[in-house]
Each structure stands twice: as structure tokens, then as C-alpha cells.
């Protein structure tokens, strides 16, 4: 059984999904990247639509590190409850906004390795970061891309880490980062978890989920 596309065909399905989606981009509100950074590390098992519900306000009161640091945890806490785990996030984002405070003037690093070293941010985040505030080549593994890539054969890995070697191998570099948007767009819009709508999907003459799971069930 076939387990991954060939380079050809990975470029024709990521030329069909650039059609389908053109202006695809972080769904995140943001304006700088501290915003970014405190809202990316929100959305972890969350959505943007609730992320951007809380940082519409929170972002209007505290727009610093020094600002988040008068907040205490628990008041941090009431602000994003809405949230999924917002106690251990809220713990993070001040240990987080104290270590940009002390080292970087209040600045965020621009390097992957300097961010994944923050509390509450991984590679998925650091690589947020860097792709949507400064402009750097990269793709963040979300549960979308995870999901999109390996169902249709852009990848084939069972993890996050070896699913982003292999979407950087059978990639150019130069479309990393909106691969990783389009690849988002797609599951979110058509490639859902649970139902994907693959009858609306311009992807099935490559999709190899498609063409291995679904296909011959269709009467």
C-alpha cells in the first residue's frame, strides 16, 4: 500500500491548495509579537475564535511583559478562564513575561531555540512565532497539519517531530510557512477529524486516505 506521495504529486496538491486558499494566514488577532506569542501559547488545545474572544480586552488592558507582571496568577487566571487549561497557562505566561522582562528587555528572541526555552512554548509555538511575527521559513505541527499531511501523503509519521521533518523534506523552503496555513485551512474548512468532507475535496486523486479508506466504502 502506497504511504506517501511522490515529490510531483506533493507539489500538485499543494498548487491546488494555495488556489483554494490564497489569502490563508494566522487566525490569531494579533499586532507585534509579544501578542502573538502570548496568543499562540493560549490556543494550545484550544480555538482561535475563543483565544481571540479573550485577547480582544486582555490585549487592550496589558500590552507588555511589565504589564502582565502586575497582574498575580489568580487574577491572570479570572481573565482567561474561558480558556482550556488556563491555570497552568496563566502560570506560564508570567514565568514567560519575568524571563522577557530579565533577559530580553522586554523583547521576544527571534530564534527557535532561544524561544522553546520559555515556559508554556514548544517547538509548534516557537515555530508560530517565528513564521508569522518575523517572517522566517518554518512549519508549526499543529493538530491540523498533523492530521491533513499525513492522511493525504505529504507525510507519513506517527508524531509531531518526525511529521515536520518530513513535511520539511518533501517541501521547499520557501513555502514552509504557507504550506503550514494552507494545510490548516484544509482541516479546519474540509479535512475534519471526525467527518472530513471528502466529498467536497479537490484533493481526492491524490489523497491517499481517500483513496485507501473511503473510496471503495462509497456505494
Known sequence: MKKKLRKTEINDV?????????NAESELDFTNPFELLIATILSAQSTDKRVNSVTK????????????????QGELEEK???IGFYRNKSKNILNTCRILVEEYNSEVPKTREELIKLPGVGRKTANVVISNAFGMDAIAVDTHVFRVSNR???????NVKDT???????????????AHHWLIFHGRRICKARKPKCEECPLTDYCLYYK????DNIK
Open 57 to 72: 480586552g486582555l490585549f487592550k488592558e496589558y500590552k507588555s511583559p511589565k504589564d502582565f507582571l502586575s497582574l498575580k
Open 212 to 215: 485507501n479508506e473511503v473510496k
Open 80 to 82: 482567561i478562564k474561558s
Open 14 to 22: 499543494l498548487e491546488i491548495l494555495k488556489e483554494l486558499y490564497p
Open 152 to 158: 493525504i501523503g505529504i507525510a507519513n509519521s506517527d
Open 164 to 178: 515536520e521533518i518530513d513535511l520539511m523534506k518533501n517541501i521547499e523552503k520557501k513555502l514552509w510557512s504557507d
